[in-house]
């Protein structure tokens, strides 16, 4: 019952008992993957998984094979898995602990052993970007949240962590040479409870110094997760506006915005202003390994470039029709920046209007029509739209919801979603769609048992859109859910549960929910009261 569905699994009689004498034995390329399996599962059974040899032993082998592809085999004799990286045998070591029951991810000691089905396994994913964005800048996470979230994310073998760091209402990354974007930009005096709420009175802050980010891209790394740093402009960024004036467009003071929405506040055009972002780039490369660094460009009003006498200038001295080739000049030059030390830029859909550069990777959100013409243009696209994939949305009708906000956004609806929009069905265009991911904005989302009530269980039918093939069943989907919670209440995660039955069981001839997931469903229950009394 494994979350997302493998290619192909058959099933044999009979079956292994991981316990205390169960060995561990890898080639020396999958060590590490050997490594975090031992440190997973030794303390379930209370042994090390020591080295060794021999009937009831785990392999890790190296064969030919497709990245992030695997093949896992297990019965009587012992486990073996095979890949071709150290990305195959990870989510083969996903897969083999998602076999075992849900204590296989308690973390404290047991010593008890653990059955494990006699099965074949062959899989590998459909997508290479298989992401999730996480707004840091609207809320702050701390740094063990992120860990703990990078964690949840590799259990569903998604592979890009998408860090929107910096936005109008918080700047979250130290840059050594421009101190004051977290001395000011980091923090705000308060912040707007709910969509169009009252203020809350209460300051709010928080950001990573350099060490913290290198902490966490290390950690992802041996999880094999990008993490692909957002630095937005030129919208979205008086927070920086707020550190540094000399970067807007008024000669007035701005604070760090307290409350929510596309703020008119945006970067001016002059040569200072794209050497000081420039600087502020260089930093986050030496941070960030990806090739990919994401710097925006939605929803930037252009009022205030309108009433510019220098935007205007700018516009006539470089020979550029209107404000958005404006836009698309700014973005080009942080993409010459970027190519010119290998990396490429990501940019939302917007950064089309006027014209985006070559090479760049379009996040299209706004329905399918950006990624269509995107990848028609020869564009990488990353597709999330947010009718879609904006986990952030309500998750049904009423006032029972925590915090209601946006169209309703079902598990049903997140599972029926298609990465390739329909019109690029059939057309070469299609092969420029690298993945999808599904996002997670902040605005209403303060602490993370809230991200966690948001994210799952919408996560992990997410999860199969990318890693799965095409022909989804909801049904057998729901089922695969049902044995999947316990694992995540294992884990600690307070996802949201079911007020009713699930779509998958108001199905004719589709079986109902075990009896012992009753158990769950009246625990979390509890935790889901605590959660809206506290919201």
């Known amino acids: 019952m494994i979350i997302p569905k493998p290619v192909r699994l058959d099933t044999s009689p009979g ?16 060590s590490e993957v050997a490594a975090w399996l031992r440190a997973e599962l030794g303390p379930v059974v209370g042994g090390g998984l020591l080295p060794g040899t021999g009937s009831g032993t785990i392999t890790l082998s190296v064969r030919e094979m497709p990245p992030e592809a695997y093949r896992l085999s297990t019965g009587a004799g012992g486990v073996l898995i095979e890949a071709g990286d150290p990305a195959g045998a990870f989510y083969g070591a996903q897969t083999l602990r998602q076999l075992l029951p849900p204590e296989a991810f308690r973390r404290a000691a047991a010593g008890q052993p653990l059955p494990l089905p006699a099965v074949h396994i062959e899989d590998r994913p459909r997508f290479a970007w298989r992401g999730c964005l996480l707004d840091v800048a609207r809320h702050f996470l701390t740094k063990a949240d992120l860990l703990r979230f990078i964690d949840l994310m590799v259990v569903h073998k998604l592979n890009v962590l998408h860090l929107h760091l910096t936005d109008d209402q918080g700047w979250r990354l130290q840059i050594r040479r421009y101190p004051r974007l977290t001395e000011v930009g980091a923090w705000r005096r308060e912040s707007q409870v709910g969509w169009n709420g009252a203020m809350d009175g209460r300051p709010h802050g928080g950001y990573y110094t350099q060490d913290d980010i290198r902490e966490i891209v290390a950690y992802a790394t041996r999880r094999h997760v990008t993490v692909v740093p957002e630095i937005d402009l030129p919208g979205h960024t008086q927070a920086a506006i707020a550190a540094y004036p000399e970067l807007g467009n008024l000669d007035v003071p701005l604070e760090v ?46 009022d205030q470039w309108r009433a510019s006498p220098a935007a205007q200038r700018r516009i006539g001295e470089l020979g550029l029709r209107d404000e958005e080739e404006l836009q698309s000049w700014m ?84 599972y029926s979603f298609e990465p390739v929009p ?59 859910l049902d044995c999947h919670l316990p694992r995540l ?41 605590n959660l809206r009394e506290g919201w």
């Open 489 to 529: 209440a294992a884990l600690g995660v307070e996802f949201r549960p079911d007020g009713g039955p699930l779509p998958w069981q108001q199905r004719p001839g589709v079986p109902g929910r075990p009896e012992e997931a009753d158990t769950w469903r009246a625990k979390v229950a509890d935790w889901t009261r």
């Open 257 to 302: 915005a307290t409350t929510w929405g596309v703020g008119e506040n945006v970067l001016n055009t002059e040569e200072h202003t794209i050497t000081f972002f420039q600087n502020v780039l260089d930093e986050v490369l030496e941070l960030f390994p990806s090739p990919y660094i994401c710097v925006g460009g939605d929803e930037c009003r252009k």
């Open 422 to 480: 329909a019109a690029l069905a059939g057309d070469q265009a299609a092969q420029h769609v690298i993945g999808s991911q599904c996002c997670l904005w902040t605005e209403l989302i303060d602490s993370p048992r809230h991200l966690d009530y948001m994210a799952f269980p919408r996560l992990a039918a997410f999860a199969e859109t990318v890693w799965s093939s095409s022909d989804r069943d909801l049904a057998d989907f729901g089922r695969r």
């Open 331 to 414: 973005i080009g030059r942080f993409a010459d920046h970027l190519s010119s030390c290998g990396r490429q830029l990501v940019g939302w859909d917007e950064i089309l209007e006027g014209g985006a550069p070559e090479g760049t990777v379009i996040a299209s959100w706004r329905d399918d029509h950006g990624a269509v013409a995107a990848a028609k243009a020869g564009h990488a696209v990353v597709t999330c739209p947010n009718t879609s994939t904006y986990l952030d949305y309500r998750q049904a009708p009423g006032e029972d919801e925590p915090v209601p906000f946006g169209t309703v956004l079902t598990l049903e609806d997140v």
């Open 15 to 30: 079956r292994f008992v991981l316990d205390q004498h169960t060995a561990l034995t890898a080639d020396p390329a999958f």
